[in-house]
């Protein structure tokens, strides 16, 4: 069974597109982030998390989530995890993640899609975006042999600086960066609620039409790229970007 998160839709393309070649359902970890429940699910066949990467590890959120959450059946546990670039040393949190909860941590997929994290980076246009997903599928067309074979993914090579982002930048990033401050709505907002709909921690609520930030925040940028009047920005880090959003279809 395949579990995800994802916000602009990268790791929903890559579960969409496993869940097609192994036939398995691909769960949606939306509603019970929102509702900050635990998933109760059962699968005979291995489980396989997909979710994208933050600061160079699983984002927190759904790490707490998995946690919290009871899977039963198949002990085999593969990550699917979509980067701009590279996981960092990830796949050590993930090891203790499946030792904490008795599953048999059997490796991890790094797949490159579209940067979406334009608070820092800028995020690529409907053309580079397209040939970038594409690009992604024989690694995932890689991963779904291996999982179908059951075999564990290979190691990952890591590095001091791998080490270093996972770790101590990993944690400065959630304690000095995420925040919500300087989140804001320009003119062009229609008072269309979609922001607070999308939001997957309903961190969002409406004031008048207008959307405030609370402090439960995971920068997982729903608001700002799926805005339909591209009314909000970050400060100025997010001005004349441009707003990406994975195709839907994974065929």
């Not at 070649?21 to 949606?28: C, E, K, N, T």
């Not at 100025?236 to 839907?248: E, F, H, I, N």
Request: charged residues 25%; hydrophobic residues 35%; aromatic residues 10%.
């Amino acid at each position: 069974m395949i579990v995800y998160f994802s916000a602009t839709g990268n790791s929903r393309y890559c579960a969409s597109y496993l869940s097609r070649r192994l036939g398995d359902p691909a769960v949606d970890s939306t509603e019970a982030l929102r509702r900050q429940e635990a998933l109760t699910l059962s699968s005979q066949q291995p489980w396989v998390f997909v979710c994208p990467t933050y600061a160079w590890q699983i984002p927190r959120v759904f790490a707490a989530l998995l946690r919290r959450s009871t899977f039963t059946g198949s002990r085999a546990a593969y990550f699917v995890m979509t980067c701009g670039g590279e996981t960092g040393n990830a796949q050590a949190g993930l090891r203790d993640l499946c030792r904490e909860k008795g599953l048999t941590y059997q490796g991890l997929f790094p797949i490159v899609m579209p940067d979406n994290y334009l608070v820092l980076f800028k995020t690529p246009g409907p053309r580079e975006a397209r040939e970038l997903v594409m690009a992604a599928r024989p690694r995932l067309e890689e991963a779904a042999r291996a999982i179908q074979r059951g075999e564990a993914a290979p190691p990952l090579p890591v590095k001091l600086l791998d080490r270093v982002k996972s770790g101590p930048v990993n944690e400065g990033m959630y304690r000095y960066f995420i925040r919500t401050k300087k989140f804001r709505v320009t003119d062009q907002c229609i008072h269309c609620g979609v922001c607070a709909e999308v939001c997957p921690l309903t961190n969002i609520r409406l004031e008048n039409g207008t959307p405030r930030w609370g402090g439960r925040c995971t920068h997982c940028m729903a608001c700002i790229s799926r805005c339909p009047r591209e009314a909000i920005e970050y400060g100025a880090s997010t001005r004349g970007k441009v707003r990406y959003r994975c195709p839907d279809d994974p065929a």
